[in-house]
């Protein structure tokens, strides 16, 4: 195992090149905390936290390929949240995610590639924009949302012309796309609705034996959900994320934004008013609490009320998303009367995580 620190600062670290991974971060000495728990560890010291990378064996990785390439569903972690795969050029198999999920059909799906010249097998026209876009961000937490090859079923698209592709940039998930050599569909491993899994074990709470195998490879890094933007046509943000607007339109230019979903199909996935959402009951605000039952107050002021159960929150936009949902998950298993959330400022460095707590708390 080894551990990553979220910070701003990137140093190279010499990982498992059997993967094929580009490393991005750099290694801590191995912890003795035994198992990441944010509320419990409290790892947001100047808004970096730790996270452990695990490495499945070979024969864990074979034995999930050749579940996918039989159509059965596995679960695999990203750097954004946990992925439910299935082979992408079957509408049987991909049928199962939707079961699996409780998912609406109106509700597309994202299509995760193991390079960027995977693409042309699933998308039909890739154009100078995509480059761009590809060459900056890929692999990692980008989303480009372009007109589909006949070959992708109309289930994994919500019967639009229209398919969302990346490659993501972990190494298990591209180390598991190599593997099987599918093209994989892969929403977030969770019933719809519900919070986004960025461990295994959020995965097993949520799904249990809805899914058919779970590959573990520690928590997440980024923690919430990819940004999406189409290309089909006029560049549009269809849902914010791990690759903000600005950082999308310093390589291609002006990027407009669609707010709401339109009825029927949807652009994108994520634009359900509720989403991502725990089962307590969750509240945002500029600092007042409910005064009648338990409830949890995460807070990015330094200062704790001292009559307040409370949380302090990392302050950095990028810290905050990866510690988000881990946090509500554990508060989620406490049975809480509430939880409350102190709102980030309004700035465009917190749309992404503002957007998830929002819709959280619809």
């Known amino acids: 195992m080894l551990w990553i620190q979220l910070s701003p600062v990137t140093l190279t670290l010499d990982q498992q090149r059997s993967y094929g991974f580009p490393p991005r971060r750099a290694p801590l000495p191995l912890s003795s905390r035994g198992g990441f728990s944010p509320t419990r560890d409290r790892l947001f010291a100047r808004d970096s936290i ?68 995977a693409a042309a097998e699933v998308v039909s026209r890739w154009p100078e924009e995509a480059s761009k ?23 994994v698209t919500a019967g639009l012309g229209t398919v969302g592709v990346r490659v993501p940039a972990h190494p298990v998930a591209l180390a598991l796309l190599r593997e099987c050599g599918l093209p994989l569909a892969a929403p977030s491993a969770n019933r719809f609705t519900q919070l986004s899994p960025t461990t295994a074990e959020h995965v097993r709470r949520s799904l249990g034996d809805r899914v058919d195998y779970i590959l573990d490879g520690g928590p997440c890094t980024v923690g919430i959900e990819s940004t999406v933007i189409s290309l089909a046509g006029e560049p549009t943000l269809l849902r914010p994320g791990g ?55 995460l807070r990015l002021s330094r200062t704790a009320q001292r009559e307040l159960e409370s949380l302090q929150m990392p302050m950095a936009p990028t810290a905050y998303a990866a510690a988000l949902y881990a946090t509500l998950h554990e508060l989620d298993q406490r049975g809480l009367d509430w939880i409350a959330v102190e709102l980030p400022p309004d700035t465009p460095e917190w749309t992404a995580v503002i957007d998830r707590l929002r819709r959280a708390a619809h």
Not at 250 to 279: C, F, L, N, W
């Open 50 to 117: 730790l996270l452990p990378v695990i490495y499945p064996t070979h024969d864990e990785l074979r034995h999930a390929a050749e579940l996918l390439r039989a159509g059965r569903l596995v679960a695999f972690p990203t750097e954004t949240v946990y992925g439910l795969g299935a082979n992408a050029l079957s509408a049987q198999a991909v049928a199962r995610i939707f079961e699996a999920k409780g998912r609406p059909h109106t509700s597309p799906l994202i299509v995760h590639l193991a390079s960027r010249e």
């Open 133 to 155: 876009l590809a060459e900056r961000f890929w692999p990692g937490p980008l989303t480009l949302v372009l007109p589909k090859q006949p070959s992708v079923p109309d289930i």
């Open 243 to 297: 690759i903000s607007r600005a950082q999308i339109e310093k390589v291609i230019g002006p990027v407009s934004v669609m707010t709401e979903a339109k009825d029927g199909a949807h652009a994108s996935p994520g634009m359900h008013a509720k989403h991502y959402s725990p089962r307590t009951r969750l509240l945002l605000t500029d600092g007042t609490v409910p005064t009648e039952g338990h409830g949890v107050y």
